[in-house]
């Protein structure tokens, strides 16, 4: 017998909950060796045969717990039979980890997604910031919306993400949601990304984005020049809201900064050089990259003309929802009769693009925007404008 499992249920009579009820408890014992655990079933002493292993009675509840300890003392036999087969020794631990281990539940595309934003979610402010976060949760939705609607299930298996999903996904969102090119590609590489950690975690074997291909096409990039900026200056505004809305796109224009780290701003972030010029070193809130911003006498005029009172201000400017501060600079766009859409990111193009045609190298302004290298400055912002073709055509 030293050299088989034994296994006893038991109670802790001395546990008592208010209900008059004991744990029920599970020993197994091997050779000098015994474990004890918590079945996790609570019983009346009163109702426990000692002889049978069992409960009195025919209840349902009765019946369950009865039926538990059969279908445990089977199961800890095959375990016990399983390690002596492979020649294991006997861990008792292992086996009661084993009887209680959850079942295994095969993930699905919804969860997984909902873990990963999760994760992101807690991360905002620190290596993330919250359009990240957001984006992913514009994707959970659009991905949820699709199995739904067009699927008509709750959820998949990540095992049933094929490519054959991902083209039907895209097809979706180009015929039932309207998306443009380049929208419906950002929710494909958004779901990629997913994918991908689900593959390094081993939950899927590969990725089905391996053979479908996601690529953005390359669109007109708006911005302004030097004289619809003026223009932006010189229009007549009465309401606060564009007033305020109509700096910020100014300081903009002069740093080149994203609508993000402009909010954030304070003044721990400009510095004065030993030849007094002043500048804002800041790290993105995008990607982590260092913007080295010279101070243009606009955006030092701005920046006093917020900070003129003495209370202390943990941020250099008053801010409004992106949301918000978009609809209103394309407010300000129309009053000022320019037949473009503005945003805020047609303020950072705006510096980068006059930075250009001023004659600023693609190197320097790469630094100023924070861009990780040269061809992203190039691909996005130096776009070749009229001025700039003439001044070269000048120097034949």
């Known amino acids: 017998m030293a050299n088989k499992i034994k296994v006893t249920f038991w109670l802790r009579r001395t546990k008592v909950n208010k209900n008059g009820l004991v744990p029920l408890m599970l020993r197994l014992s091997f050779q000098s060796k015994k474990v004890d655990k918590?079945?996790?079933?609570?019983?009346?002493?009163?109702?426990?045969?000692?002889?049978?292993?069992?409960?009195?009675?025919?209840?349902?509840?009765?019946?369950?717990i009865n039926e538990w300890i059969n279908e445990s003392l089977v199961k800890i036999s095959d375990l016990y039979r399983e390690e002596l087969k492979k020649g294991n020794s006997i861990h008792l631990h292992s086996i009661i980890n084993q009887l209680f281990a959850k079942p295994f539940e095969?993930?699905?595309?919804?969860?997984?997604?909902?873990?990963?934003?999760e994760q992101l979610r807690?991360?905002?402010?620190?290596?993330?910031?919250?359009?990240?976060?957001?984006?992913?949760?514009?994707?959970y939705d659009k991905v949820k919306a699709f199995i739904r609607g067009s699927l008509k299930k709750q959820d998949i298996l990540i095992r049933d993400v094929t490519t054959k999903f991902i083209i039907d996904f895209d097809h979706y969102l180009r015929v039932?949601?309207?998306?443009?090119?380049?929208?419906?590609?950002?929710y494909c590489i958004n779901l990629k990304r997913i994918l991908n950690v689900a593959v390094l975690k081993g939950v899927l074997e590969k990725s089905p984005f391996n053979i479908h291909k996601t690529v953005?096409?390359?669109?007109?990039?708006?911005?302004?020049?030097?004289?619809?900026v003026t223009a932006i200056e010189n229009v007549k505004l009465v309401r606060l809201p564009h007033l305020l809305a109509r700096d910020l796109f100014l300081f903009q224009c002069s740093t080149g900064l994203a609508y993000t780290d402009m909010v954030k701003l304070s003044i721990e972030d400009i510095s004065t050089d030993v030849m007094g010029r002043k500048w804002i070193i800041k790290p993105r809130q995008k990607s982590g990259i260092i913007s080295t911003i010279p101070l243009l006498p606009k955006a030092i005029e701005l920046i006093n003309k917020h900070n003129q009172n003495d209370k202390k201000q943990s941020c250099?400017?008053?801010?409004?929802?992106?949301q918000k501060y978009n609809q209103y600079i394309a407010e300000i766009g129309a009053l000022a009769g320019i037949h473009k859409k503005l945003s805020s990111h047609v303020g950072r193009r705006t510096f980068g693009n006059i930075a250009l045609a001023r004659g600023l190298s693609l190197n320097v302004i790469s630094k100023i925007l924070g861009h990780s290298n040269?061809?992203?400055?190039?691909r996005i912002y130096a776009i070749t404008t009229q001025k700039i073709i003439t001044n070269e055509i000048e120097k034949w």
């Open 38 to 64: 918590a079945t996790g079933y609570y019983i009346d002493p009163g109702q426990w045969n000692l002889t049978k292993q069992s409960l009195k009675g025919n209840k349902d509840q009765t019946r369950q």
């Open 106 to 117: 095969e993930p699905s595309l919804l969860k997984m997604i909902e873990e990963y934003n």
């Open 122 to 139: 807690v991360r905002v402010n620190k290596d993330f910031a919250y359009s990240t976060y957001e984006k992913y949760v514009f994707t």
């Open 176 to 186: 039932h949601d309207n998306n443009q090119h380049n929208t419906a590609v950002k």
């Open 216 to 228: 953005y096409k390359d669109t007109v990039q708006i911005y302004l020049d030097e004289r619809e």
């Open 316 to 322: 250099l400017f008053p801010s409004y929802s992106i």
């Open 374 to 378: 040269t061809l992203i400055t190039q």
